[in-house]
């Protein structure tokens, strides 16, 4: 099994971008954020779907990023680590008492073996710029980082904190970082 390598962080800072350059310098196969995917379909806005519906696709993205991490045998570069879908989760408050769909789901995304490394991109280093996918409300991006960055500290084994902005410096900093002994 080769390095499995999650880039995590809120909407609009550089997750898709980086993880897709990383994959590239690495020779690694590139999971792409499923949530994107879906909103660049031209498929139902997520507003449209209800609490229900948003539910029903949220574990169906879960269900599609397992099945795609698991054919990665030789590794993978992810946009979004599995610490982002239990942020997303509570940010959109499925979590209830008691819920057997609840305490499943949970266990399975917040598995501290789940990843090598989970590469955090902070939240404000890049501007946040409207593009019709995210939602560009600075709070709403500020609150889901929060939710991610918590998740991704209290669970992942190995969380590394990208500090450069540019994306040949991240994609250098994270090869120097995957090079380097584990902490």
Not at 51 to 75: H, I, K, M, Y
Not at 105 to 126: Q, S
């Amino acid at each position: 099994m080769g390095e499995r390598i999650a880039i995590s962080g809120s909407a609009g800072v550089g997750k898709s971008t980086l993880a897709r350059a990383l994959a590239a310098e690495l020779g690694l196969p590139y999971i792409p954020e499923g949530m994107r995917e879906y909103l660049e379909s031209g498929a139902p806005n997520l507003h449209s779907l209800g609490p229900d519906g948003l539910r029903t696709l949220v574990l169906r993205l879960w269900s599609e990023r397992q099945e795609r991490e698991a054919a990665a045998t030789r590794g993978f570069v992810a946009d979004r680590a599995s610490y982002d879908f239990a942020a997303f989760w509570l940010f959109y408050r499925f979590a209830e008492p008691g819920c057997a769909t609840t305490a499943t789901y949970l266990a399975a995304t917040m598995d501290p073996a789940r990843y090598d490394l989970v590469a955090l991109l902070p939240y404000g280093r890049l501007p946040l710029v409207a593009d019709g996918v995210r939602s560009s409300n600075p709070w709403v991006q500020l609150h889901t980082h929060l939710l991610i960055e918590g998740m991704a500290r209290r669970c992942a084994v190995n969380t590394y904190t990208v500090e450069s902005v540019s994306l040949a410096d991240r994609v250098s900093e994270l090869v120097a970082r995957i090079g380097s002994p584990r902490e």
